[in-house]
């Protein structure tokens, strides 16, 4: 069992409609990351959180560290949105933070 | 500032030999992590750099290798290149390491293809 799952591994969605993708972790974690790629690979990171909820335009970002698990919300989709999301966790030992574990990632394709 | 940058971008390769793929991380990081992406295996953790010393490492053979200057950049070596190396490797730079985790930038990647 992957120590980062995440759900659904496909979206399709229209254009206006609310998406929400979820992650699951089993490791002790002292952040947690969702990323975003587009076609051609590069990242771009959206929150790093920790505890409670995060903002940033039409995206929305939750964490509930007591039951181990992240949703990643976006409002209003857009065909711009298109792109691979991905969850990521630093775990709480080793007192590194470079060591990312990464789910396998929700691609999202949304329709005009 | 500048983004994290890596070189080159891509790059076609034999097996058996080897390869060197550089980052220079955003100016003032100190903290260079590497990954590897595979389509089969998703992203996995490499090794992380701080300070010119080597602070984790990923569970990977000895055939992949790292180093850090006093400038922060980085470079990851690979020797005895396999097919199965073949992925696009994608550098990271933070502000710090260690203590309260910090958000990592990414470089655009260098996509290897070993043939």
């Known amino acids: 069992k992957n120590e980062v799952e995440q759900s659904p591994q496909n979206l399709t969605a229209q254009e206006g409609e609310f998406i929400t993708i979820n992650c699951s972790y089993s490791v002790g974690i002292s952040a947690l990351h969702w990323l975003q790629q587009h076609p051609g690979g590069g990242i771009v990171s959206l929150f790093m959180l920790s505890s409670g909820k995060k903002k940033h335009g039409r995206l929305i970002a939750t964490i509930n560290i007591q039951e181990k698990h992240s949703s990643l919300h976006i409002t209003a989709s857009h065909p711009r949105d298109s792109a691979v999301y991905i969850c990521a966790v630093t775990t709480n030992y080793g007192g590194s933070q470079g060591n990312l574990i990464f789910g396998k990632g929700t691609k999202l394709s949304v329709k005009p | 500032k500048a983004g994290v940058t890596q070189t080159p971008r891509y790059l076609i390769k034999t097996r058996g030999q080897q390869v060197t793929l550089s980052c220079s991380p955003i100016s003032g990081h100190r903290s260079v992590s590497w990954y590897q992406q595979t389509p089969g295996q998703g992203l996995q953790f490499l090794f992380e750099y701080f300070s010119e010393t080597q602070r984790n490492k990923g569970n990977f053979p000895g055939r992949f290798s790292g180093r850090q200057f006093s400038n922060s950049r980085s470079e990851m070596n690979v020797s005895t290149l396999e097919l199965g190396d073949s992925a696009l490797y994608l550098c990271?730079?933070?502000?710090?390491?260690?203590?309260?985790?910090?958000?990592?930038?990414f470089g655009p990647g260098t996509r290897l293809t070993v043939t």
């Open positions: 990271a730079s933070s502000l710090l390491a260690g203590g309260s985790p910090y958000e990592q930038y």
